[in-house]
């Protein structure tokens, strides 16, 4: 197995960005997917295959890649955007899944 | 629309056994491999196990390999985990997720909170 490092927390002014890194010795062999956390809920895709959108996210969510480190970006934060954020990846069979450590955005 | 509907959580002494059942509705079950994820309180996600959309593989995360199995019935339309042996760092809320070939999870149960207790 191998670990997903994302920092614990970002902190973002409204309609500032806030960027979360994510990274792991197997990335990018295996794409890389980003969730939403909100407290009580269950976790909802924000991101597939390193940068698609699913229908119904908002375009202010983007993901992209840089070497081993991954980043999702939160442009023109909202203060609805605050939650826990997780990326997901698998190992290089792309059988067994891996979660990021998580990291919660707060907006202040 | 997509639904999956956990149930069967619940307190249990460490050692004893519990299933999990995930309800599904709204797509065609038989054609989706699904997920078992969970979350301790307070704590991250950790993926748990996947079974191929036929049943054929099963996969699970090393601490779970010999006390947890997955399973599912296509024409019911559920999904199963049953844990045996259980352990106090069991206790989690356990979601169920489908599996999309190109979303991965892209939807989720609301999950059901298993608390082991010693």
């Known amino acids: 197995s191998y670990d997903l490092t994302q920092p614990p927390s970002v902190s973002v002014s409204p309609g500032q960005t806030a960027r979360i890194t994510c990274s792991g010795d197997g990335l990018p062999k295996q794409y890389v997917y980003w969730y939403q956390q909100k407290p009580g809920q269950a976790p909802v895709l924000l991101i597939y295959?390193?940068?698609e959108r699913p229908s119904g996210i908002p375009e202010r969510f983007s993901g992209s890649s840089s070497g081993t480190t991954v980043t999702l970006t939160i442009s023109r934060v909202q203060a609805e955007d605050e939650a826990d954020y997780y990326c997901?990846?698998?190992?290089?069979?792309?059988?067994?899944?891996?979660f990021g450590t998580g990291t919660m955005v707060t907006v202040l | 629309q997509v639904q999956l509907v956990e149930s069967g959580g619940g307190v249990v002494q460490s050692g004893r056994s519990l299933r999990l059942s995930c309800a599904a509705s709204g797509f065609t079950f038989r054609n989706y491999g699904m997920h078992w994820v969970r979350q301790a309180p307070g704590k991250g996600l950790e993926w748990v196990a996947v079974i191929w959309y036929d049943g054929s593989n099963k996969y699970y995360v090393d601490s779970v390999k010999g006390r947890f199995t997955i399973s599912r019935d296509n024409s019911k339309k559920m999904l199963y985990l049953q844990m045996n042996s259980l352990r106090v760092e069991d206790t989690a809320v356990y979601y169920c997720a489908r599996w999309d070939q190109n979303l991965d999870f892209d939807f989720w149960g609301r999950g059901t909170l298993v608390t082991v207790s010693s």
């Open positions: 295959k390193g940068s």
């Open positions: 997901q990846s698998a190992d290089s069979s792309g059988t067994y899944r891996v």
